[in-house]
């Protein structure tokens, strides 16, 4: 792909989700060396490429804050499981049957999806780093797709119930660093972090250990925090042993109290809500209203494209609607109206850019539209019945645009998306190769025997003991 040096980006509706700036209603966006130079109406700019986007919406690139990116080639197999099915399902039997390939092609093909619906930067929570070659093979398919994103090594045992290829926890810290060095000793768009365990789901001292290595190492630290009622979350063990910090992304907290989301946030921890995951696979209530309570701000995940879709327009509309049908319920019930919506399109939007960026340490990179940073950003707009016309450019991007609609995307001032075409891939060749993957995949799971997803009556019943007595360990 070829970097333009120079590009102006003429004539649009600019939502740059910068406070100083605002909405300009029609305006100019100039590019130069990767990075945004100039915005504002009529630029007189000269020896550039011009691309005229009028009747368009600019907006920074979306940010996805938790994706298991691996699992594109499981997309829609868990529609209609609860979170044990899927524990049962995608972690102890779709993930073992997961070779190198499977996770290289799931990766690429999952950042595509990403871009492809203007979400330039994701936190890719990387759990099927069954090998040493899986985790050589998630890495490598971001790189080789263009996106910016933090790859969350996962410190995840995938072959529960077979001989597993690291024999204890210190060889999993040592393929860690292996990563480390071999594919983040510079800068560049793929940048470095730690997926951890589930707190209670292995020994206390090897989740303080992965916090430790990844500490040592700048690495931003992801954890599923708060899914399973009927398990301690481990939150307090973090807490009690000093660990929580700015540095910890907790993606979910459904099931956190009042008085532990108030120690989250004095630790300056960041939120990642799903709310598609989380409304349909029964883990409770999406977190807006304990983030607004604590000043936590709330961030987006698309999670697990093994049930929806990976645009998070759809996450920012259903949490939008979500968020505010909490808000106002109780006046419902009580045979009254509501006179005011609590929540705008332009603060959904925030959830899914500038502070998503920032959950991500990327603020002062990504995020918005502001003179100096990255050129990362979407073109919305073109053919679509909804992309006309265009009066609130926010309430078009959160409520009128699927990915579709995208027509230009870019990251560090490069085309990736040009037309409503991805660039400089042959998407109908990976795609047949995804379709063949995926059966591949199935069968293996099939050949393994048993039912599937083969959860026991009893639900998460035995991971629970299991948790109580590694939190105690």
């Known amino acids: 792909m070829i970097m333009s040096v120079r590009l102006l980006l003429r004539g649009a509706q600019i939502v740059t989700m910068d406070p100083a ?51 594109t080639l499981a997309r829609a197999i868990c529609v209609d499981w609860t979170l044990a099915d899927y524990f049962y399902g995608i972690r102890l039997a779709v993930s073992p049957a997961y070779t190198p390939a499977d996770v290289y092609l799931g990766n690429k093909l999952g950042a595509f999806e990403a871009l492809n619906a203007g979400v330039t930067t994701m936190l890719d929570f990387s759990h099927c780093n069954n090998t040493p070659e899986h985790s050589d093979a998630a890495v490598t398919g971001l790189l080789d797709s263009g996106v910016r994103a933090k790859f969350c090594y996962g410190f995840f045992e995938s072959s529960p119930f077979g001989p597993p290829y690291f024999t204890d926890h210190g060889k999993r810290v040592e393929d860690f660093e292996r990563i480390s060095a071999g594919y983040f000793s510079g800068a560049g768009r793929v940048t470095l972090g730690v997926s951890l365990n589930e707190p209670g789901l292995v020994p206390f001292s090897n989740t303080r250990r992965e916090i430790e290595v990844a500490r040592e190492h700048g ?150 539209i502001t003179v100096g940073k990255r050129a990362d950003l979407m073109v919305v707009g073109g053919p679509g019945i909804g992309q006309h016309p265009v009066i609130d450019g926010a309430g078009t991007l959160i409520f009128q645009t699927t990915p579709t609609d995208v027509r230009h995307v870019l990251v560090d001032g490069e085309f990736v998306k040009r037309d409503g075409v991805l660039v400089g891939h042959d998407l109908p060749k990976l795609l047949a190769e995804a379709d063949e993957a995926a059966a591949r995949v199935l069968d293996r799971v099939r050949a393994s025997g048993g039912r599937f997803p083969a959860t026991p009556t009893d639900g998460f019943d035995g991971v629970t003991a299991l948790a109580l007595a590694n939190l105690a360990s």
């Open 21 to 71: 700036v605002g909405v300009v209603p029609r305006g100019d966006l100039l590019i130069e060396d990767r990075v945004i130079v100039a915005v504002g109406e009529d630029l007189d700019v000269t020896d550039t490429e011009v691309v005229d986007v009028s009747g368009h919406v600019i907006a920074p690139g979306m940010v996805d804050t938790h994706r298991h990116t691996w699992q």
């Open 219 to 368: 690495a931003l630290i992801a954890t599923h925090m708060g899914t399973v009622w009927q398990m301690p979350s481990g939150f307090d063990e973090l807490s009690r042993a000093g660990l929580l910090g700015s540095d910890l992304l907790l993606v979910h907290c459904n099931t956190l109290t009042g008085e532990q989301w108030t120690r989250l946030a004095d630790a300056g921890a960041k939120v990642s809500i799903s709310v598609e995951t989380e409304l349909n696979m029964g883990m409770g209530r999406p977190v807006f209203a304990q983030c607004v309570e604590h000043g936590v701000k709330p961030t987006l995940s698309c999670d697990v494209v093994s049930l929806n879709h990976g645009d998070l327009f759809s996450q920012a509309r259903f949490g939008l609607g979500f968020k505010r049908w909490a808000d106002t319920e109780h006046l419902n019930l009580a045979g009254k109206d509501v006179k005011q919506v609590t929540t705008t399109t332009l603060e959904a939007l925030q959830w899914a850019t500038i502070n998503g960026a920032e959950a991500c340490g990327l603020g002062d990179q990504v995020g918005s």
